[in-house]
């Protein structure tokens, strides 16, 4: 059931998309002969608990879409196994990179606290996994300052998802949004240290380095729309959206020492990624100058129990 703001479903421009009046950019969709943005794309709280446990355990891309295709009745209830799978047809109409779903949102992250605590276990588990794999990557003295990042990095989402029943959450929103940007630098500056090296590059370090950025700045943002301090979050958005371009771009399937298709797969992820944070700040934009407050916003979109993509139409 729809939120009194006036959502739309991703339907009504599929046909559009096929025939290449529509186009998507990032979260945005466009009129392809005037690029008048149409509507903009989003999850809804039920997106994020029908991907979280299909996703929480996907080491790579590619691992990734075998573990969507394998989501059966023994994860789902059955309305849930068709909701999962009428999103996915709707994502690959819209050719979106399934992973930007679950680790950045579509839009704007929703229902995503619970969601972004797992996945961070989860990378969290793979960490002595990789030191097997990394030996000089990962020196015992690295690997225990990684594990110090993530640890406070976990603690601030734990925080993020308990702060709305504080008396003054907005507060809290924004002090956690604060040490985030912290965080997101440390692993930022890990990503370039990476990049900068010579030779290929890791890609199950970078892979993991990759997550971890993007999940902290989704939850950044996240906490500042929360908090109402949309102008900020349009500002912040701004400037990930270039760091994504800055780094993300230098990177080709050939950049990895793995095999071709899981490059090819990453790099594809990490473009849809960029495309979509370049897109949020429209959206924030539309929110502020609309006079649509932020935890109002977010708060429909986690009440939707039925449909998982939803369209906020600009006309």
Excluded at 86 to 98: D, G, K, S, V
Excluded at 175 to 188: I, R, S, T
Excluded at 251 to 279: C, M, N, Q, W, Y
Excluded at 286 to 303: D, F, Q
Aim: aromatic share 8%; proline share 3%; charged share 20%.
């Amino acid at each position: 059931m729809f939120s009194q703001i006036p959502f739309d479903l991703p339907l009504r421009f599929l046909p559009g998309l096929a025939i290449g009046d529509v186009v998507r950019y990032g979260a945005i969709l466009k009129d392809a002969g005037t690029g008048r943005i149409l509507g903009h794309l989003q999850e809804s709280g039920i997106a994020q608990s029908l991907l979280s446990q299909a996703l929480s355990s996907a080491a790579s891309p590619l691992s990734l879409v075998s573990s969507v295709v394998n989501a059966g009745s023994s994860i789902y209830t059955a309305i849930q196994v068709r909701q999962l799978k009428a999103m996915m047809e709707t994502l690959q109409a819209l050719q979106i990179a399934t992973l930007g779903v679950s680790l950045i949102g579509v839009g704007v992250s929703v229902a995503g606290f619970v969601y972004m605590r797992k996945r961070f276990n989860s990378l969290d588990g793979r960490i002595d996994k990789l030191t097997e794999v990394v030996k000089a990557g990962f020196e015992n003295l690295e690997k225990s300052g990684f594990r110090q990042q993530m640890s406070g990095t976990k603690s601030l989402v734990q925080r993020a998802e308990l702060a709305k029943s504080m008396i003054d959450p907005a507060k809290e929103y924004k002090e956690v949004a604060a040490q985030l940007a912290d965080k997101a630098a440390f692993f930022e500056g890990e990503i370039v240290f990476e990049i900068s090296a010579r030779g290929p590059i890791n890609h199950d370090k970078f892979w993991l380095l990759a997550q971890l950025w993007m999940l902290c700045n989704s939850v950044r943002v996240d906490c500042q729309i929360r908090a109402n301090e949309l102008l900020n979050a349009q500002h912040v958005s701004e400037r990930i959206a270039g760091e994504y371009q800055g780094l993300f771009e230098r990177i080709g399937p050939a950049s990895f020492d793995a095999d071709h298709s899981e490059g090819r797969a990453t790099v594809k992820i990490l473009r849809d990624a960029t495309d979509s944070a370049h897109s949020k700040p429209f959206l924030l934009d539309y929110l502020r100058t609309r006079r649509i407050e932020g935890p109002a916003y977010i708060e429909s979109l986690e009440r939707e129990k039925e449909q998982p993509l939803l369209v906020l139409p600009t006309n």
